[in-house]
């Protein structure tokens, strides 16, 4: 058992907030270390913030294991996360070990999949193995065009009531961690209550063991989901730095003669 996530436990029951920014590189890993994040989620959103793709359905398990190991060169204590995407663990037990494995020796300590109960065989054989789960529950991006389209999910009691017995059946089956997203914040904060592990939420209301956002929402790249907020005008100021150096190689005040420094 790894003692970075038993703390991550004694934070719930202390009621300290745990924050994760996902992080695709090496430079934007270190910010968030150096900012004091506490994890790091290497999310299969890249597909859509790095890629630039409309959904996460085109990112394969070489290129998440190539972002992780960037990510997790950067991080010295933050806890490390890595998304398996979509087509690498579905099929048995077995594949979705082996393509944990490769997150793994990329760099990852915890290993997250979209999907609960369908996926139990496979949660109870890799927990058997040590590995440390992150089930995500809820709005579930792989499964996206299935539903046509992003939709909050647990909505009706019948829903919200079986998303709270799954929630409570994955954390007795081995998972470390649960993710919530897209689900009514009274639900979220009824399984985080419940769940004996940290419920980590994103747009599930403000009663969650901890947060996550996607580092361009948190950075003010792009337009962000209405549950995220842009903590500051990123792009406004990446712009302005790149005009200047335009600017000034335009107009000859860059490079100088002499380097001044
Ligand atoms: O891929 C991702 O970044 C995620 C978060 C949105 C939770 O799964």
Wanted: net charge neutral.
């Amino acid at each position: 058992m790894s003692k970075r996530i038993d703390s991550w436990t004694s934070a719930k029951l202390r009621g300290e907030k745990r924050v994760l920014v996902t992080a695709y590189d090496y430079p934007f890993a270190r910010l968030a270390e150096e900012a004091g994040i506490d994890g790091v989620l290497v999310g299969d959103s890249l597909g859509m913030v790095v890629q630039g793709h409309r959904d996460t359905l085109q990112v394969t398990l070489e290129q998440m294991a190539y972002h992780t190991e960037m990510v997790a060169r950067a991080c010295s204590h933050t806890l490390v996360f890595a998304d398996l995407p979509l087509g690498s663990y579905e099929e048995s037990p077995a594949q979705c070990w082996r393509s944990a494995s490769t997150l793994l020796r990329a760099g990852a300590e915890v290993i997250k999949w979209e999907g609960g109960l369908e996926f139990r065989e496979h949660l109870e054989f890799c927990a058997a193995r040590g590995l440390n789960v992150c089930v995500h529950l809820g709005l579930t991006p792989q499964r996206l065009r299935q539903w046509g389209g992003f939709q909050r999910q647990g909505t009706t009691p019948e829903a919200a009531d079986r998303l709270a017995k799954e929630a409570l059946t994955l954390a007795q089956s081995g998972a470390r961690f649960l993710l919530l997203e897209a689900v009514p914040a009274d639900l979220a904060a009824q399984i985080s209550a419940e769940s004996p592990i940290p419920v980590i939420g994103i747009g599930a209301g403000p009663s969650t063991d901890a947060q996550v956002l996607v580092l361009h929402d948190v950075l003010g790249f792009g337009k962000a989901p209405p549950f995220a907020r842009a903590f500051v005008d990123g792009a406004d100021l990446l712009r302005r730095g790149l005009a200047d150096y335009a600017q000034a190689v335009r107009e000859q005040h860059f490079p100088t003669a002499t380097r001044k420094r």
